[in-house]
Every structure is written in C-alpha cells, then in structure tokens.
C-alpha cells in the first residue's frame, strides 16, 4: 500500500514506455517487502535540468536514466560521478542522498556479472568487441578497469572505433581498432568475443555481424548483448564452430540489479532472479 512514507523511485527517458525497469524494481520491492514504488516518467531534452533539480526537492529516492539523456545527466551530476560512469561520460543510475544527486553507472557491472555467473573471468583476457557505440564503450571501458589484457574494437566506421581506443588506452594502453571486415585476422587469438552491434535483433533474426567463424579456438567465449532473440544467428554460428555463448539478457537484468543495490543495499537473491528473467521475457516478448 502506499502511504505517507513510501519512497518513491523513477526511470527516466524520452520515450520511456518500452522499458522494462518499471517491471524488474517493482517486483523487487514487493519481494523485499520495501515501502516503495517505481515509476516512469517521459522527459524532454528541454526539460532535463528541471527533472534534475525537481526530483531533489521532491524527495525521490532514486532513478534510471535511459536514452537520450546518459550523457546530460553526468553533466548535471557534476563531481559527484563514480570513477566508472566518469570514464565512460555516461550516468544511468543516480541515487540522491540529503537532497544531492549521485550518478553511476551499472551497465559495465551488468556484462561483468553476467560473464562471471557464466564462468567467464575477464582478468588477463584478449577481448574483441564488433561494433563501437555506447554499449561497446562502457563494456569495454569496464573490462579495462578490471584487467583484460588488449581490447580490439572492430567497427565501419574507423572514427567509432578511434573514440572508444582513445577512452580505453587513457585508462591502459591496451585498445586498437580496424575494420570488421577483417575480423578473421582476430579470431584465433581471442578469449573473448563481443556482439555489441544490433545486428541480428528480432525482427532481423537471419542476420548476423559476421557469418565465418573460421579460426577461432573452440572453448572461446562468444557474447551478444542482443537479448531478443534469445538466440541470434551470431550466438547458433559461434555454437557450431565450438564456442561458450550467452546472450545479453543477463547482462540486462544485473545492471538493473546493481541499480537496486546502490539504492538499497540488497542485491537480488537466486529466486526472485530467476523471476524476475521469466517476467523480463514475457514483457518483451522473447522465446526461450
Ligand atoms: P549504438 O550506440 O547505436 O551502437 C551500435 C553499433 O553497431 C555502432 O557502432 C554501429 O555503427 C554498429 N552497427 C549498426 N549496424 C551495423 C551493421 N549493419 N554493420 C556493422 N555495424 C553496425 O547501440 P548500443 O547502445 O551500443 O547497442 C548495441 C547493441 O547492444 C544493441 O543490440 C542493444 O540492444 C544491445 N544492448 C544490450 C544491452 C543489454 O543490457 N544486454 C545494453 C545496451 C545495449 P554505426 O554507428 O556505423 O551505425
């Protein structure tokens, strides 16, 4: 029931009436018992620095920031940035403690978590990502900061993958970047190889970022952060050529869980985890 004292949560974006946070936080809090609610709200560009100010003397809790407005609001949150979200410019989580934003963001936890629970340790790990917007960048600026070894970032565009180098070698000098056309020069000596273009997505399911899998060593761990299909084209090739593939629906549902531990100091247990995924496919419509 709400109350007097239930704490209020949010998502914001523009739109926002496809995500799925609204879902995943409030069967959280139900689950945990907490006094609180989770709702989204579609904010203009033009109107993001009042959103800004306006929860703070509201008294939100808390709340997720989605398209278009990661990169305004790490402007907006100033110094008080976590070292991660400041590397990557970007902030889809702020949690306002006494009336002051914080901003963080969970989305490079969300992959590494996901790696982790699938046996995948980064540490030491020759990682090659296809594709270099901003899932690319904070993956790979994550995967950095948690020790891989050389992060190559193909893309069709050379100044993509010149943006997310530049970022990645200011924290180790571990990045390089070519084109995706000439991936087979990179799949044999890789431990890790990353979707991270939307190639493939559902309605587009016959397609996948690259078809020839030749060459790369069998036991290699193939990511697409595409969670819809549950299986791509790309994850049913590298399968076939002897690869331990995972899609990005774990990645999805753990930075929403990291957003709810920097809130609540709770991190989702095994059972509502496994709900929360089944509801997750549900609502988006992806078959398992
Ligand atoms: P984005 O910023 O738009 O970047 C997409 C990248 O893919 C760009 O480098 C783009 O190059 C490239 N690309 C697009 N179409 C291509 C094609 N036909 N051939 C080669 N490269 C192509 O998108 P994003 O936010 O990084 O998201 C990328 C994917 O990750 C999406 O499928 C998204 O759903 C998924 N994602 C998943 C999670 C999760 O939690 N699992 C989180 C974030 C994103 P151009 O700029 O040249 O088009």
């Not at 709340?63 to 410019?89: C, F, M, R, S």
């Not at 970022?167 to 000596?189: C, F, H, M, P, R």
């Not at 190639?199 to 899998?213: A, C, L, Q, R, Y």
Request: overall charge neutral; aromatic content about 10%.
């Amino acid at each position: 029931m709400i109350n007097g004292a239930t704490n209020v949560y949010a998502v914001i974006g523009h739109p926002v009436e496809h995500s799925v946070s609204p879902m995943i936080h409030n069967a959280l809090f139900q689950y945990y018992q907490m006094d609180a609610i989770y709702v989204p709200y579609a904010i203009a560009p033009a109107d993001l620095a009042d959103c800004f100010s306006a929860f703070e003397k509201l008294g939100v809790k808390g709340y997720n920031i989605t398209i278009p407005h990661k990169k305004a609001i790490a402007a907006l949150v100033g110094a008080h940035i976590d070292p991660y979200a400041k590397h990557v410019g970007a902030v889809n989580t702020v949690a306002i403690k006494d009336g002051k934003s914080f901003g963080y963001n969970t989305d490079g936890y969300g992959f590494l978590r996901a790696a982790n629970e699938s046996g995948c340790d980064v540490n030491g790990k020759n990682v090659v990502f296809i594709g270099g917007g901003g899932a690319a960048q904070s993956v790979a600026v994550k995967l950095a900061m948690e020790g891989a070894s050389k992060i190559t970032v193909l893309t069709r565009r050379q100044v993509q993958g010149n943006a997310i180098c530049d970022l990645v070698n200011s924290i180790k000098n571990i990045a390089q970047t070519d084109a995706i056309a000439n991936v087979g020069n990179y799949l044999g000596d890789c431990d890790i190889l990353i979707n991270a273009t939307p190639v493939g997505m559902f309605p587009h399911t016959k397609n996948s970022p690259i078809e020839d899998f030749a060459g790369i060593r069998k036991g290699t761990y193939v990511f697409d952060l595409i969670y819809n299909p549950f299986q791509t084209r790309f994850l049913k090739l590298a399968k076939q050529a002897g690869c331990r593939t995972q899609n990005g629906l774990d990645m999805l549902i753990y930075q929403g869980f990291q957003s709810f531990f920097i809130w609540t100091g709770v991190f989702p247990d095994e059972n509502i985890t496994s709900v929360v995924k089944q509801k997750t496919c549900e609502v988006l419509g992806i078959e398992t």
